[in-house]
């Protein structure tokens, strides 16, 4: 209905407070647990392997009580991209240096474009991939509150600050970006709008031509960049106003706590990535390639 | 810095204001309450002492304080010169002056955000210059900046209060406990689980304002803190200053509206970065004439009472609030009692009806056919509902009504909330009717065909801080961004861009090539508008084009809208909150509430209806409250002077008949 109307589409970064066990688990946990299954997702080279894996982030999506399917409509505005790289990598790459890649068979073979077995693997494995941790960071934001989530990582990563991984900047950092998020969403509506009412033309043109809706996009970008930079300024004011140094010496409102269930995911979602990593998914690929009975 | 918490109770304006209010009723209570809360202010300032032997200095002081700002490029640009003053616990000050005065530069330097290029500050006998007190200095001196969504760091309300009170590292403790303090001073205890964007903007700022008490201020810093709020909104700041006050906490209000100022005990008035005028209140607004050269102005009552001081000298002239004029006039010269019966029996003067003077029956099929003499914007039972069908669902509107004939001005008032900008952003099709009828020049929008370029070049749409959407290097370029879009011809698109900018009194030649960002911020709204007057559009539609201006900029921009209105022959929309605007400017007026139209007419008509106005958190023109207030007094001067002139007229009127009975003259009755 409304073409402007940008929150609309993004499903990602939202908070859904369904109050699932999975809302109820200490960040901490749900932030380790998503490090190994995003580890797993990266290292699962394998077709069936990915799809077992989106089965179970699917099963995580009913164990929220969180609409799948809400989830991959944030997709939708990304699916351009996703094509486009598809046939970038199907067209340009022969799929060889790929860690999956076994038995290549070319399939077509005309100048530079080569299009093998593999490179049309690697297609699928990596629209899997995209789809698996786009849906895992979904799950983490709908389950966390942003604030859950800087705790969280703030606390996680304390042990490391004394080898200068700077913890607490990286936490505020975080908090900061989500916080602006709405802020920022709304000020690109309204600038939009403003340039759309002086004529501009965003969206005009195929959605697949690229070049021409990146230029179209400048008169929305350079205001945004500006006044976002100008925002930064006054945002640091108004921290130091209100005594911000750093970390040090900083007391906390929000405590943390660990129960029994955190260790119980923890290790159930240690024990799945192991499960993952060692069954051979690969003969299940080549026999879904070849299927004998 | 530790946190005794046992002995703070005492000596924290903001407990002492809590208490208060709870024993709101008990007048005794309240003030021994501000009697303690101002004595362990004092005591609190002297036992911060580090140097018991020199007689300790508990106020802010600014001594020749100069600063200047040196850019990596470019000259470097004065600031400040030579401004002494000082500012003493409790007290209420406003700081005014036009934009670039170094209002904002000056109050940086009360907490150290800033430090002096020469001279000296010291807050509570603190040098702000000595690193080692800054924390203490920043957590006496509290700041507010003008947009709320700049200073808030959290994603829940009360996390973000507690960013302060983190950063002293109170325990936890104590950080809850000054949570929960912070957010009852200003009204928000209820809302301290909720994500600070599903606030309103009054209620965002109202957030901030709580993060800063919760560092337990001695000296709060408004840095134009209610320019981007509604009335309903500046007004809540406003009320929580004045408690804050008289529990003891100074006040230093940075602001560009006089009615504002006038609430203050002193008024500081700085001009191109010196000290112009420093006096209380009434002396400062005495000077009409020197504020004026300063591009200042009075605040409508002054200005009133200003007027009547200059027919009639016995007429004291320094009335600064509504209710010192009231009670003044009205106590003076009449027998309340009397007259205030008198006036009840009579308050039935005839009320204009609510609602819109269009047929409900008319569809948009009826008004196509009678082109010729349809109004230019036509708008039947239109609704809006965003991201319908989403957990974020939202009405925006529910049924507004609205015409604009060629030769009109229309005020659009309401609420933050109320649906102004949707309503707005239909005119020239940036949002499609979902149901209902919008016609614009006669072409129907609720057609799904048709081309809404068409619309939105005949319809020129002027956004909230248009300044912000400048995006090209040079000033002609940015103008010609429309024309250029269009496809115009270059020697059009140059013609256009000379026509729009002496329209808005750019200097073509002299404005072209510059700069967009070296440029002021009242020189780059100029050129925004320019940018939409040069799509040539046959409607302007304007919205809050006089927020954050100086009271300087404010005039010239209403005097320029009437101009450009009459010499073009362009038909204008303008929504705002500053309801001295609507009565200055506007042919009609539309108030819409919870997205719906609650009230039209022309302003007379509207304003008359005050009560409706005021149950929807929106106020009347001064005039018009003044006129209101002597009324209910008793005095027989009709309700609905919209102008300075009018209210004068009517005040004399009743002035000469002093102390003869007066019998309550119907003057809107006779009026319609």
């Not at chain 1, 688990?25 to 998503?34: E, V």
């Not at chain 2, 036009?98 to 001279?119: C, E």
């Not at chain 2, 319809?459 to 995006?471: R, S």
Request: proline residues 5%; contains cysteine.
């Amino acid at each position: 209905m409304n073409e402007y109307n940008f929150l609309a589409n993004v499903t990602i970064g939202q908070h859904l407070p369904t109050g699932s066990a999975l809302h109820r688990l200490d960040p901490r946990a749900k932030l380790l647990a998503f490090t190994l299954l995003v580890g797993v997702v990266s290292f699962t080279p394998t077709f069936s392997g990915n799809v077992v894996l989106l089965v179970v982030i699917a099963g995580l999506f009913a164990a929220a009580r969180i609409s799948f399917v809400y989830a991959l409509r944030g997709l939708r505005p990304l699916l351009p991209w996703i094509a486009a790289f598809g046939v970038f990598q199907l067209l340009f790459t022969s799929g060889g240096g790929f860690i999956g890649a076994t038995d290549c068979r070319p399939l077509s073979d005309w100048w530079i474009i080569g299009i093998t077995t593999c490179s049309v693997k690697l297609v699928l494995v990596s629209t899997l991939r995209f789809f698996a941790l786009y849906l895992l960071v979904g799950l983490l934001t709908f389950t966390t509150t942003t604030t859950e989530l800087s705790h969280g990582a703030e606390r996680l990563l304390s042990p490391l600050a004394r080898f200068g991984v700077p913890a607490h900047e990286l936490a505020l950092v975080l908090t900061i970006a989500l916080r602006f998020v709405p802020t920022l969403a709304q000020e690109t509506e309204r600038l939009v709008k403003a340039q759309v009412s002086r004529g501009a033309d965003f969206g005009a043109g195929s959605r697949w031509r690229f070049v021409q809706r990146t230029r179209q996009m400048l008169p929305l970008l350079v205001p945004l960049f500006l006044n976002s930079l100008r925002r930064a300024e006054v945002l640091t004011q108004a921290m130091e106003a209100r005594c911000y140094g750093g970390g040090q010496g900083r007391t906390h409102l929000i405590e943390v706590e660990s129960t029994f269930w955190d260790y119980v995911a923890l290790l159930g979602t240690a024990l799945l990535c192991l499960l993952m990593l060692t069954t051979d998914f690969a003969s299940l690929d080549s026999w879904l390639a070849h299927p004998t009975l | 810095m530790t946190d005794n918490a046992g002995s703070e109770q005492t000596h924290n304006p903001t407990i002492a204001l809590t208490v208060a209010w709870i024993l709101e009723r008990d007048r005794d209570g309240w003030r021994r309450a501000r009697q303690r809360a101002a004595s362990a202010l004092r005591s609190a300032c002297h036992r911060a002492s580090r140097i018991p032997e020199r007689p300790f200095v508990c106020m802010i002081r600014v001594q020749t304080l100069s600063h200047t700002y040196k850019p990596e490029s470019g000259r470097p640009i004065t600031a400040l010169r030579d401004v002494s003053l000082t500012i003493q616990p409790g007290e209420y000050v406003a700081i005014i002056g036009r934009n670039g005065s170094g209002k904002s530069t000056l109050a940086k330097h009360l907490n150290a955000l800033l430090l002096p290029s020469a001279g000296r500050v010291t807050v509570d006998d603190m040098d702000t210059r000595a690193t080692a007190h800054t924390w203490d200095i920043r957590s006496r001196v509290g700041m507010v900046f003008q947009d709320p969504d700049n200073q808030i760091v959290a994603t829940v309300v009360e996390e973000d209060v507690a960013f302060g009170p983190e950063n002293l590292g109170v325990p936890r403790d104590g950080i809850i406990q000054r949570i929960d303090e912070a957010l009852r001073s200003v009204g928000l205890h209820e809302h301290r689980q909720r994500a600070p964007h599903l606030l309103s903007a009054g209620q965002r700022q109202r957030v901030a304002i709580a993060g800063v008490l919760a560092m337990r201020p001695r000296y709060l810093v408004l840095d134009e803190a209610t320019a981007m709020l509604d009335p309903r909104g500046r007004r809540a700041v406003l009320d929580i200053a004045r408690k804050l006050h008289e529990a003891g906490m100074a006040i230093i209000h940075i602001t560009h509206f006089m009615e504002e100022a006038a609430e203050a005990d002193r008024v500081i008035v700085l001009d191109d970065g010196e000290v112009a005028l420093d006096s209380p209140t009434r002396a400062v607004f005495a000077h009409a004439g020197e504020l004026q050269r300063l591009g200042l102005g009075l605040p409508p009552v002054a200005r009133l009472a200003h007027r009547l001081h200059l027919t009639y000298p016995e007429v004291p002239a320094g009335w600064l609030t509504v209710d010192e004029l009231v009670a003044d006039v009205a106590g003076q010269h009449f027998d309340n009692e009397r007259f205030y019966t008198e006036f009840e029996a009579q308050t039935s003067f005839s009320r204009t009806p609510l609602g819109n003077s269009i047929n409900p029956q008319t569809r948009c099929e009826a008004n196509r056919h009678r082109q010729e003499t349809a109004p230019v914007i036509v708008v039947e039972n239109l609704p809006h509902t965003y991201m319908a069908g989403t957990p974020l669902e939202t009405t925006a509107l529910q049924d507004v009504n609205l015409t604009v004939e060629q030769d009109e001005i229309v005020g659009l008032i309401g609420p933050t909330g109320s649906g102004k900008s949707t309503l707005l952003q239909h005119l020239n099709g940036l949002l499609r009717p979902q149901a209902g009828c919008v016609t614009v020049n006669g072409v129907d929008l609720t057609n799904p065909k048709l081309d809404l370029r068409q619309v939105r070049r005949t319809v020129g749409l002027l956004f909230q801080q248009p300044e912000d959407q400048l995006f090209e290097r040079y000033v002609g370029d940015d103008i010609a961004f429309g024309p250029q879009a269009r496809g115009l011809s270059l020697d059009e698109q140059r013609e256009r861009v000379r026509w729009a900018m002496e329209a808005v009194g750019l200097d073509f030649e002299g404005f072209k090539d510059r700069l967009t960002f070296t440029l002021s911020g009242g020189e780059r709204r100029k050129v925004a508008l320019a940018g939409v007057l040069a799509l040539r559009p046959r409607v302007l539609v304007l919205d809050e084009p006089t927020a954050g201006l100086d009271p300087a900029s404010h005039r010239e921009f209403l005097d320029w809208l009437t101009r450009f209105h009459q010499e073009a022959s362009v038909p204008v929309v303008i929504a705002t909150h500053n309801m001295d605007d609507i009565a200055q400017i506007a042919d009609r007026v539309y108030v819409l509430a919870e997205g719906r139209t609650v009230a039209s007419g022309t302003p007379r008509e509207v304003f008359a209806q005050s009560q409706t106005l005021a149950g929807h958190g929106l106020g009347v023109p001064s005039t018009l409250e003044v006129m209101g207030r002597l009324r209910a007094r008793g005095l027989a001067v009709r309700p609905d002077a919209l102008t300075i002139e009018e209210a004068v007229a009517e005040i004399e009127r009743v002035w000469i008949q002093d102390r003869r009975p007066v019998t309550l003259h119907n003057g809107a009755a006779s009026n319609e």
